[in-house]
């Protein structure tokens, strides 16, 4: 069942709210880094607010959804993903964003004329997107356009204050305490209130059999292996007038000579947590096609680490948390290389 489109009474809401930001232009004067939160009235998620443009680039507002956005945020802005390009495909967000004309597509328009609306101008038309992990930005869903209408509502009324305050900001107790707009019996208050910490799930259940089975007959040699899940740039879309899904690709490349020993491809479908789920699987594949254990087995990424931690003791491979991985590296740049060569 598909999520419900806004209706023109929820699009209108949300238009004029964003025609009242442009015209108070934020950006002017605040930063990125000074964040503060709207609690949703119908779902208690707290989404955390921050105001682009200061370089004139990017004129938006993004509301970092709970805990998981608030922290995807922080690593953008500490530059800890710079070398990754999707990464931000991985950060639950609205946006609300102004664009030139070229950039607001076909349904955009059709909700500006239907509401009898006119831009003129360079980032003058407004847009609103949706961002969910392992996902391709995508329009709105009826819930999101209310909330983030709710948003940019209770935003004008924080940066108004904050404009003549500019401590407002600025928590009285903890550090890591933050200004949240809350709605109670129908009023609306500030709150200071700390992110409930971002735990990692548990690494998925391993096939025990199968992988007693692996250790029982591949022989065991002295090569290492590394290993990378990592997002292509593309998207794939199932059906017509659906969100697109990322896909991800599990490359495993021998150490030494650089060969890559295997590749397997997943879809974002219906969630990123499919990718992790399919991961372990896919990982036993490629061992199996090697047709030998490693001695060791080298990973960057934290998350993937987690989940062939299980493998790797089941299989008394030695699990190394490395800073880089030179041979797949190599390998991601030459498949990349060849896949632009060939168009």
Known sequence: MQDSAPTLDEWRRLYEAAIELKKRAPWEWIYEDEVFGVRNPETGEIGYVSIMGANGEHLALAVYLGSEGLDG????????????????????????????????????????KALGLKFRGRQAWPQFRSFV??????????????????????ALDVLGRLEADPELLD???????????????????????????????????????????????LPREQFTLEADLFALPTFIQNEPNTRPYIPYTLMVVESESGFIVGTELM????????????????????????????????????RLQSILMPIAAGLGIRLQAADELPALDEARAALSYMQNWMG
Not at 288 to 301: C, D, G, H, M, T
Request: proline fraction near 8%; aromatic fraction near 8%.
């Open 73 to 112: 945020f922080w690593v953008m802005e500490s530059g800890e993903a710079i070398d990754m390009p999707t990464f931000l495909l991985e950060v639950p967000q609205l946006q609300a964003s102004f664009e030139d004309r070229e950039m607001v597509e076909r349904e955009d328009r059709d909700v500006i």
């Open 133 to 154: 992990p392992g996902c391709a930005p995508w329009f709105l869903t009826a819930e999101e356009a209310r909330f983030l209408a709710v948003v940019i509502e209770q």
């Open 171 to 217: 928590a009285p107790g903890e550090e890591d305490e933050y200004l949240v707009r809350v709605q109670t019996d129908q009023e609306w208050e500030d709150q200071w209130l700390v992110p409930d910490l971002v735990s990692m799930p548990p690494p998925p259940a391993v096939d025990t059999k199968r992988l007693e089975k692996l250790r029982q007959e």
């Open 267 to 302: 879809i974002a479908e219906p969630s990123l947590d499919a990718v992790w789920e399919q991961t372990a699987t896919k990982f036993l594949d490629i061992l199996a096609k090697v047709e030998a254990l490693p001695f060791r087995l080298a990973v960057s990424n934290e």
